[in-house]
């Protein structure tokens, strides 16, 4: 029997902890649509900022959030991660209502890094959560459930948000972000509800071995020692998660592709209408909706995360070739590959995030979930960064040959990963035997 989307979610949901992360993203990320839908208009319309002072306020909030992710899995692991998550959220939440209050550019500039800032070390808070609160066959599920939610929140969100650019009044624009900014509040009544066993540690020989470092009487001593323990924990000495977050930050860029690059091609390149950008738009938000939770089922696994991250580098550069393919075409035809394209692209974001996480969680030292989660989302801010710059400098500076560099880039960070996870695959295959002896 086939079932609905809603009902596959439901299904996922039975666990507690899932059902309230669920709710609350649902209500809040209503808020991140009218937000994302009216800011930049906002700006520009209302408060009267130019072009340039936009993009430095955008630019500031996305460098800020790269430090406050890293920031927010660093608390997460120090602090009890429910009150971390808590303020953060209530913080973006009122962030969000002061932007309201905004009416030239520094209090845009300010309310631009607080927002940037604590939405995303929220957000790495969360990550820690799903690290500890669910095993190794439910993480990635959890966190695919999470932005299946989001995607769908969001866009009722734009949809709320377009009744702000229909009446198009500075009232409007104003009662709406108080609004996005109350969802957010809102939610903070069910992450009260989280239990106290996402705060827990968890357990294992790495564990034991930092709170057991000198076995001493004296306080003073042990704090010397937990903090030289830790510090052997730190994901900045792993260079194999290292290099992991940092090739999950290039492959990221695809965002920027289908933000940017996709976009301006379709209007200066093809002949095709321009409804063509808001169709490919919703066919990328459609496919992940509907397929990133049964996509990323079994990607804890490393044979499986390498393999599905295999598929996503290829079906990226060859989308990267077929977008590149619709120039100059007559417009049926121009339709037809960029269709086709931004298929295969709205399945390489799929697979590719579910192996990436798959990978984040499970070659993460348990000790410091969070700071390893927190180090792989600054990765992906940091690509988030660089990316309108790499396709500019790209498709719109080498047009054809930029997608084909493009291309090439996408597949070789992609195989890399590939390549990780199979290092870890025969890694893990070489100590099985060794524990069963053990074991005997």
Do not use: K
């Amino acid at each position: 029997m086939i079932r609905t989307l809603p009902a596959r979610i439901l299904e996922s949901v039975s666990d507690p902890v899932l059902s309230i992360l669920v709710t609350a993203t649902l209500i809040s990320r209503v808020g991140r649509g009218i937000f994302l839908a009216v800011t930049v208009l906002f700006f520009t319309l209302v408060v009267g900022l130019s072009a340039g002072e936009v993009a430095i306020i955008l630019a500031a909030s996305s460098g800020v959030g790269v430090l406050a992710s890293f920031a927010g899995g660093w608390l997460a692991d120090r602090l009890p991660v429910r009150r971390v998550l808590l303020a953060f959220t209530a913080l973006e939440g009122l962030g969000l209502v002061g932007y309201a209050a905004i009416g030239d550019f520094v209090g845009a500039l300010v309310f631009g890094i607080v927002v940037g800032a604590f939405g995303q070390a929220a957000n790495t808070a969360r990550m820690a959560i799903l690290a500890r609160a669910f095993g190794p066959e439910s993480r990635v599920h959890a966190r695919a459930v999470l932005r299946t939610v989001t995607n769908v929140s969001i866009a009722v969100g734009s949809g709320v948000g377009a009744i702000a650019l229909a009446i198009g009044t500075a009232e409007a624009y104003r009662i709406l972000l108080v609004v996005a900014g109350l969802l957010y509040l809102l939610a903070i009544v069910r992450l009260v509800r989280l239990p106290a066993s996402v705060d827990d540690l968890p357990q294992g020989p790495a564990l034991a071995e930092l709170r057991t470092e000198t076995g001493s009487i004296d306080a003073v001593a042990n704090r010397r020692a937990a903090r030289r323990a830790a510090a052997a924990h730190s994901p900045w000495r792993d260079t194999r998660f290292l290099l992991l977050t940092a090739l999950c930050a290039v492959f990221g860029m695809q965002f920027g592709v289908g933000e940017l690059a996709v976009p301006l091609w379709i209007t200066q390149q093809t002949d095709a209408s321009d409804v063509l950008v808001a169709v490919v738009l919703i066919l990328n938000t459609v496919i992940v909706v509907c397929f990133q939770v049964p996509l990323s089922r079994g990607s804890h696994d490393f044979h499986i995360a390498g393999r599905i991250t295999g598929i996503a580098a290829w079906l990226m550069a060859a989308s990267c070739l077929v977008y590149a393919a619709a120039a100059g075409m007559p417009a049926w035809v121009s339709i037809l590959l960029v269709v086709t394209a931004a298929t295969g692209h709205a399945f390489a974001e799929v697979l590719s995030q579910a192996g990436g996480w798959g990978l984040s969680f499970e070659l993460a030292d348990p000790v410091r979930m969070g700071t390893y989660q927190g180090l792989f989302s600054a990765g992906y801010s940091v690509g988030a960064m660089a990316a309108p710059l790499v396709v500019a400098g790209t498709t719109e500076s080498l047009g054809i040959i930029g997608w084909v560099i493009l291309a090439a880039v996408f597949l070789a960070a992609g195989l890399g990963i590939r390549a990780i996870a199979r290092h870890a695959a025969r890694a893990e295959s070489a100590v099985a035997p060794l524990e069963r002896v053990v074991g005997a």
